[in-house]
């Protein structure tokens, strides 16, 4: 299972997401699309982002198949006049973890430190 993000521009800046858009991107899927679930982030910044849990054989599938729904959604409700589609991508957590690894307070996770349980130095590999 992949989680795409899009990413969605309204059509003035401060227009709100239309409460409807997880129906709507539900709606626009066929059974084929493998879509899960739906989750909706109205208030990201800078642009509201929308989460489309589905299944694929592919990351670039996974992709592909969210923007293509999204594009159908986006084109059969007047609601989405105007929003358009910027960016449909999974989210890379690569940073995330990269952070974990900096040395900021000393020992600690994934760095030289002390097991507590032994009180011996304790060196991850």
Known sequence: MYL????????????PLPGGIRDWLRAAASPEDRIEHVAV???ARPV???????????????????ARVCGRALAG???LVGWRLT???????????EDLLVDRAGPGRNRP??????GRPFHPR
């Open 87 to 97: 960016c449909a991508q999974v989210p890379l957590v690569t940073p995330v973890w």
């Open 41 to 43: 982030h109205a208030g």
């Open 48 to 66: 509201p982002v929308v989460g489309v849990y589905l299944i694929a054989d592919s990351l670039d599938d996974a992709e592909t198949c969210a």
């Open 113 to 118: 430190g002390t097991d507590p349980a032994s």
């Open 77 to 79: 409700r007047q609601e």
């Open 4 to 15: 795409v993000h899009l990413h969605l521009h309204p059509p003035a800046a401060a227009d």
